[in-house]
């Protein structure tokens, strides 16, 4: 199924995270079952060169990808659309015009600003064309921040964006808070990503969020959230090599929450 | 002989144009004949990394390497020129200020504001100094839209600028018509690829064009055109394959139209 | 296709062959239509990593893939395997005793020595097991010597030996002969390669061999030749430079056979 | 602590098994508290280059790292050594001569004839010399196959010696059964394992053991194993994977036994 | 030492330069024992991915690691830091609002807008939080140019803002002088370094240096510069053997000025 | 120059050693002004891809190159030719027919075995052929160890073989003693190689050494050696970074013998 297949279809959909530099592990988390896959090139550690390897590596399971792209930069969408991915989710997006620039990055005229040369992205797409492909792909803008809560119906609104992707760590950090992905229940800070929710509700698109555990995620999917990242990579691996060797030892396993020894738990 | 010879002598050049991140290729397609070669770090599958080793691979042979740059971006053509690159190729270009910045980045001062490092431009070049670099470096920007149409002659009147290199499937697309670089002789999309020829005749700049067929780079050349591609590695690549394979199963081969199935066929 | 279902099937399959050490011109050859690609990490310039990530991208097409491994040793071949290769061609066999130990490097227990790890081998492989393996996997020994083709009747009767691929470069060259994959018909070097056919056909083994031209692949396809390489990545990129160069400038293309520019037409 | 510590120290050791070929994934391995960490270049995806890299990433933290060498071969493991391995695991050693050789590619004349230049190896090690080297370094063979078990004796006398590792898949499919890590308690299978284990405590050699469960894992550390793995990287990634996926999804998790979907259960 | 505790200490700094793309030469940097160690991503001929493996190389030892961007673009700097820069180093700062916009991105919220994601940057530190690692992290900014020069002080003056670092051979260049880092003393080109020095005395703010040579190295800590470059990896490199090889063919040595052949003498 | 001419000049050669795995050190290595440059895949932290690269790199300058291989393999030394090596380095050499099998794997047919895929070694070589390969390419035995000593004039009698390479530190290590580049003139250790130098000039074969100091080359130069090594790129960082730092600290340098720190004097 192809990102566009998922968002017509309308259901709950769990994505994985890459934010290790490899094309094995992209492929291994292509074929985990996850319907989609997010190649991170902002806090994953992850330039251009692995990420292409990443798509190709991702390209042999059926599961489609996501890049997040570092920057809302024309060049940054449009490479990683060339190089395979669908979908692009742009971080920090504060207002309707940077949301419109990062569609447009995405989208061949007349809908865009995209450049013509689909070096991977047309390969194996049955007549490819910017039609064709301006259907095919999807953009998520990161809510984030103090201005993208403000100017967050505007954001929503921007004709062709598909999705809102919240960064639960930013938009507790940038609103005095501590940055963390799995705020308690009640709390203002899950109050905030509640606020997103309720506006991608009222305007129509898909609300998406990063967690860090499978209790944040059941909590966000039940609170109406359609595209769910669990866990990154980093984070599946340290969580179960600390449940293991814990197990072996006998010890309890340190809680998740330790992040200082992996930096993982971000977003 | 350097790129600034080529442009001093004024004939016809023919390069080659590279998308597929090897510096093997690279060699090879520097030894294959070609004038120049341009490496393609805008639709090419090509990251930094690689490119710079593709500029070593070309310093082997004694032909010039061109680089064309994923945006109009200081830093992306002053590492590209560090790396060893002659000449910049700036996508995009749509206004006489972009194009003045473009410039600006390939030149050290006062000509422009690129920063001295020279890490291999500088080597084996005999007397190595902004002068000298300043005169050897060689920039050319890309009419390929509506704006950039519009604007041409303040475009082509930038000081500092040697060259215009025509992108025909953007230049198709950005005016409503299908992404190709090979239109029908005496079509609308043919007749923005000759105003743009006759704009460089009128202000004195080389004309260049990025063609997929021998047969449109002889019309390119016909009609006064003095840089143009012929193909890329990945279309070379692909021409070759299918026309051995058609061969040796005694079929037709498949016309190089069919685009879905390598997407190289771009710019 | 697999490999095996392709020889279970009988026809004459027409390969492509990947010199160039890139993911991305490994998935162009695989998306060619050729029946097979194999990775040269005996004489392209493509050493473990580079294979491993190539032979991830010839997973994203149907193309079944082969690699030559750099010499006839076990953990070469595993690795090779492991990997994601279906199929091994080994190079300079010469006794029974080494086609022998190749087959054993190819296959698990009870038929060969196989180590237990196939980390990407069973990744999509529905019941992957020793036995599934074993059926799956196919493996070719390279005749090209004197000894050779002395006991080729002893190597091609070992059993679980799929296929003879013919190296004539090799083959010449180790019989006093200029190393040329298109020897005169009718000339004693000829005579060598079909020499080998013979044997295969005695033998009941599938005759393969490497050429470098689409003459020379259609002369060994009408000899009876089952398994045909038609030219490397390399060699059919410099086929197609050096004629669309000299095409547009309206020269006649160097021959072919000028090896000095590119040193691609070996086997 | 280096390995010869916690030999010396005769504790159970608990070990991290890295198939992902990333120096970020081998840092995140040697730092989620395993007691040592293992490059595996037999069966991970991994090469001399990517090796070197994950040497390096394990240096940033105090986890001692052995490398798995692809064979039995004096030049793997004295460039595992150089790159900064402090232990060595051998494949496949099935008779004395073979783990003598093994013990002296790892030590340095006058105990063996490992050649001089601690590339890496030498750095940040007080008085490097062949005798602080030789001391340091540990070397462990594998018993996996049928001659293996029937000079088991004679290899665990081989002067140097540290550890015998025991590969369970390789020991069960070179002995007729299935090739899994987890045998049924009380199989033959698991007597083969076993009565390596008598072995080496008859012989006064360490006894190590690959394994792909915390259940597995516990079951050979009470039954005497000193060294021990519980998964690889890639077996605990799906692991992880798995589960969150099916929780979120509200499923039963897919049997870890399900192969198919990773081929990391292997060694 | 953190660079912070080293610029807490008030004493002169040496730091050692990498051009080189390897993380082999950047663990080599770090211990030879100088104070700290800088990857220059700006004419370095380094990209991401080297980046991210020399900061890990640079990790295994103690010396604390900058990174110079290659452009002042806040993902340049977000992603160095991710990746376990402790301190950055922004090019061509010409204005406050640059060195303001340099400050903000280095710096988590309310000090500045870093997004949240430390994937290595919280690797091994205790208690990593934004107030920690705002406060760990320093911040460079360059003054190279002639407006640089004539907003000085505000630029200094920005808050957060720790160092000034002056580039001889920008600063000269941009003001109509040859391009070196060894100006005559009582030049003119010296006496806008000692100007900026001043600014940095009278501003608070540390004054650091760009040096090519022993002596210009040991000119400037006279003169109160406290973070003092001797010289790049690549420069250390050609004087050493130049110096070898002239001495065992018994010639003077070519001075060091001569740039054409190393291109290594920028900044 | 190429090897073969150097040869046949019969001089004095002064060399050049990468152990840092980079084709942008390997560049500047070869623009130095050595007579020769010598990749080191046994001790130097260089795989095969990175020498492939580097091998590229010096091909840039007119330098040419030697690769030491891991070890005397055929595949080896045959990758490391096609990859553009004009000679062969061969460590551990003990014996005639260990000789033998070098001179063969670096000979075509008739003199050798190495098989036909010049697929670099034929660029930019007019008329290569198997005869113009045979002559231009040399090889060197080391003669390290004490069978190495006692067959020395049997293996310097192996017809094709042109150089005997004497690595100091291993020849000290296998007869008892400390392992050193610069053993005491006057000394049992100093005395062996003497004796290996009288072997060459008795064979006619070409006398080379590896050291680790101007003192030592010079000192080698005057005895009659002809093909030396001054120091390996590490050795020279690292000797003109300790010279700097102290220099600039107002120290005396570390004394180069403290091989903890850099463990780059071997061979």
């Known amino acids: 199924m192809t990102l566009r297949e998922l968002f017509d279809d309308g259901g709950v959909t769990i994505g994985g995270w890459c934010a290790i530099p490899s094309a094995f592990s992209a492929e291994l988390m292509g074929r985990f079952g996850f319907d989609w896959v997010c190649v991170d090139m902002q806090h994953g550690l992850i330039g251009y060169e692995q990420a292409a390897a990443m798509l190709q590596a991702l390209s042999i399971t059926d599961t489609p990808a996501w890049v997040r792209v570092p920057w809302n930069q024309p060049d940054y969408i449009m490479k990683a659309l060339d190089a395979g991915a669908q979908g692009i989710i742009v971080p920090m997006v504060e207002t ?8 447009e990055s995405v989208k061949y005229p007349p809908a865009g600003v995209r450049s013509w040369g689909p070096i991977r992205a047309s390969l194996g797409v049955e007549g490819y064309s910017p039609e064709v492909a301006n259907k095919r792909t999807v953009v998520a803008a990161m809510i984030e921040t103090v201005d993208g809560m403000k100017n967050m119906d505007e954001i929503m609104s921007v004709s062709g ?9 930013d938009l507790g950090l940038t609103h005095g808070m501590v940055p963390t992905l799995s705020p308690e229940p ?13 506006g991608c509700q009222r305007n129509g698109v898909v609300p998406g969020v990063h967690t860090d555990s499978v209790e944040t995620a059941l909590r966000r999917r039940d609170a109406g959230f359609k595209m769910i990242t669990v866990m990154s990579d980093a984070l ?16 309890t396993p340190a809680p998740a929450a330790t992040t200082s020894t ?4 971000y977003a």
Chains 1, 2, 3, 4, 5, 6 share one sequence.
């Open 186 to 198: 009640g709390s203002a800070h899950e109050g905030l990503i509640l606020e997103v929710l309720a």
């Open 161 to 169: 964006l598909d999705a809102i992707y919240v960064g639960p760590s």
């Open 236 to 251: 599946l691996l340290r969580a179960a090599a600390s449940s293991a060797l814990a197990a072996v030892r006998g010890q």
């Open 96 to 103: 309707a015009a940077q949301a419109r620039s990062a569609v």
């Open 262 to 265: 992996s930096g993982s738990s």
